[in-house]
């Protein structure tokens, strides 16, 4: 049966498509993947920006939503975030300390989940050599996927206990061996175009997304 829903996708540069030579990103594959080949009508509103963390989302997620998801649609969200809260900044720490980040993310999916049916989306891990990317001058981020390994498992286990659906895609792509390749194509941190099929791939086979169609 063919289903009409509009989605909402909060996250960062993974989100929004870093990396994907057509700038289209994992979310686009996604409800493309339910159009084109499942015959869903799918409106697809991702709302990934480079370089944000937990709390940046926090702060923004309400009123975006809002005008892109009235009361009279279906409206569903789905978020991925925490690479950025992982990253060191000009060697002076985490942007982001573990135990923020986690509590912004509590509070934040706790109140997304009480709105509209809401999906947890876990962070990509980084490649296994340490990443360092500068953005702009006097600017520099150093990935670890130590780092993204601890707060995913943080987040998961929160998740089980707020009781959202989370997907694991740290510990589904560390053990992909395509996966660092994908990484190796792009800058460490954000996949190809093929990696970001990937994660589409995982996302419409999670049963949390699939319970929406």
Not at 114 to 121: A, G, K
Request: glycine residues 10%; negative net charge.
């Amino acid at each position: 049966m063919t289903t009409v829903q509009r989605i909402c996708f909060f996250g960062d540069s993974i989100t929004i498509g870093t990396g994907d030579i057509a700038c289209r990103g994992w979310p686009s594959y996604a409800c493309e993947q339910e159009g084109v080949v499942r015959g869903h009508d799918v409106s697809c509103y991702n709302l990934g920006i480079r370089a944000e963390t937990s709390t940046d989302i926090a702060q923004r997620w309400r009123h975006e939503y809002a005008p892109r998801l009235p009361a009279h649609v279906t409206g569903r969200l789905v978020f991925m975030f925490g690479v950025n809260d992982c990253a060191d900044f000009n060697g002076t720490g985490v942007r982001v300390p573990k135990g923020d980040s986690l509590a912004t993310a509590v509070s934040m999916l706790s109140q997304a989940k009480d709105l509209l049916p809401t999906l947890w989306i876990g962070m990509t891990p980084v490649r296994r050599t340490p990443p360092v990317i500068s953005p702009g001058p006097g600017v520099t981020y150093t990935f670890d996927r130590t780092r993204t390994a601890e707060l995913n498992d943080a987040y998961r286990t929160a998740a089980a206990q707020i009781g959202i659906p989370y997907l694991d895609l740290h510990t589904l792509l560390a053990q992909d061996p395509d996966w660092n390749d994908m990484l190796d194509q792009g800058d460490g941190v954000h996949p190809d175009d093929a990696g970001h099929r990937r994660v589409a791939e995982l996302v419409t086979e999670f049963d949390g997304w699939r319970a929406w169609f």
